[in-house]
């Protein structure tokens, strides 16, 4: 079974750019997240979504960053304009509503230069 | 909300030797602890789990503890090898959201 698919796999861009970081997960899977991971502050929640819907974003640390989810099988997040210190890993992971565990993706490094 | 404290940072054995990774966590309402290993380039994969209504869980060289009293839960790794060499994550089920731990590095050394 495939897991939770993200693209791409690295990024490196200058900053100002717009960045988006996609992800498909689990097939079935009606819960999706949204992580940042970094040095200093390890992994940290952004988003997550119910059924498409998003349900907690208090983790995202400023506008400049959005998440949708248009469909079951389809996330993307956004950065713009992009900044060095959002710099890290972003990890998407799903599961199903309620249920645990959660099943992580390979993460997208992101470098903003 | 939920706050999960993980210890140590860095952890260096010797294969063979068996490695335990501590947790606490801060909200008595969370029921469940999962542990994630994580090697380089990849994404966490979910190694052991507990759940509140359990005190101990074991899988083949890894076991989980819970102490829901005192809060904490540990891991424990034992006749390490090489391949255990990652970074491991504990985290605490908050209200329907998972809190990690800062992960601890484990190294094994042959």
């Known amino acids: 079974d495939a897991g939770v698919i993200q693209s791409p796999r690295h990024e490196v861009t200058e900053m100002g750019q717009e960045v988006t970081l996609r992800c498909k997960p689990i097939?079935?899977?009606?819960?999706l997240f949204w992580y940042r991971q970094t040095m200093m502050r390890g992994l940290e929640l952004l988003i997550y979504?119910?059924?498409?819907?998003?349900?907690?974003d208090s983790g995202m640390p400023e506008d400049r960053f959005s998440a949708k989810m248009p469909n079951a099988s389809f996330s993307t997040l956004k950065i713009q304009p992009s900044e060095p210190r959002d710099s890290a890993v972003y990890f998407c992971?799903?599961?199903?509503?309620?249920?645990?565990?959660?099943?992580f993706g390979d993460g997208t490094r992101l470098s903003i230069l | 909300g939920e706050n999960v404290e993980q210890h140590p940072s860095t952890l260096s054995v010797q294969e063979g030797d068996s490695a335990v990774i501590k947790c606490t966590y801060s909200?008595?309402?969370?029921?469940?602890f999962p542990w994630y290993k994580q090697e380089l380039g990849k994404g966490s994969q979910l190694i052991i789990d507990?759940?509140?209504?359990?005190g101990e869980k074991k899988d083949q060289r890894i076991a989980v503890t819970l102490n829901k009293t005192a809060k904490h839960f540990s891991l424990h790794i034992t006749e390490t090898q090489p391949e255990d060499s990652a970074v491991y994550f504990c985290?605490?089920?908050?209200?329907?959201?998972?809190?990690f731990g800062t992960g601890t590095r484990l190294l094994v050394s042959p």
């Open positions: 992971a799903s599961t199903v509503q309620g249920g645990q565990p959660q099943h």
């Open positions: 097939s079935g899977h009606n819960s």
């Open positions: 979504f119910n059924n498409n819907v998003p349900i907690d």
């Open positions: 909200d008595s309402a969370s029921n469940y």
């Open positions: 507990i759940r509140s209504n359990v």
């Open positions: 985290a605490a089920l908050g209200f329907q959201k998972l809190v």
